[in-house]
C-alpha cells in the first residue's frame, strides 16, 4: 500500500500533535493541504519552473535529516523476517518481532 493511503487510512494526521514537525519525503505529496500540521517536504522541479537555489539547499537539509531514518528502516529490514511475508496466527507477535528487529539494529549501530 502507498504510504499515503496508510497515513490517511490510520489518521495519523489528526493524531501527531501540531507542534512536531512532520520530515516526509515526496510520496507524501498533498498532506500539508489536507491536514493542519507541521510538515517539511521536498519541492519537486517541474519543466515550466525550475527550483531555485534555495530551494535546492532546502531540499538537502530535509534529505539530510530523513537520511538517518531510512537507514535504520533498511537496516530494520536487513533482517528479512521484517521485510518476507509473516505468516504467524498469534496475536502481538508481529509487534515484538519488529521491536526485537529495531533493538539488534540499535546494538549493530552502537
Not at 46 to 74: C, D
Request: without cysteine; aromatic residues 8%.
Amino acid at each position: 500500500m502507498h504510504d499515503k493511503k496508510i497515513y490517511d487510512k490510520y489518521g495519523l494526521g489528526d493524531s501527531i500533535p501540531n507542534d512536531v514537525t512532520q520530515w516526509v519525503d515526496s510520496g507524501f505529496q498533498g498532506i500539508d493541504k489536507e491536514y493542519d500540521i507541521d510538515v517539511q517536504i521536498a519541492k519537486k522541479n517541474s519543466k515550466k519552473r525550475k527550483l531555485t537555489f534555495e530551494e535546492k539547499e532546502n531540499n538537502k537539509t530535509i534529505s539530510g535529516i530523513r537520511v538517518i531514518s531510512e537507514h535504520a528502516i533498511g537496516g530494520i529490514k536487513r533482517m528479512r523476517s521484517v521485510n518476507d511475508i509473516y505468516r504467524n496466527k498469534k496475536a502481538n507477535i508481529d509487534d515484538k518481532l519488529m521491536i526485537v528487529s529495531a533493538g539488534i539494529w540499535n546494538l549493530f549501530i552502537a
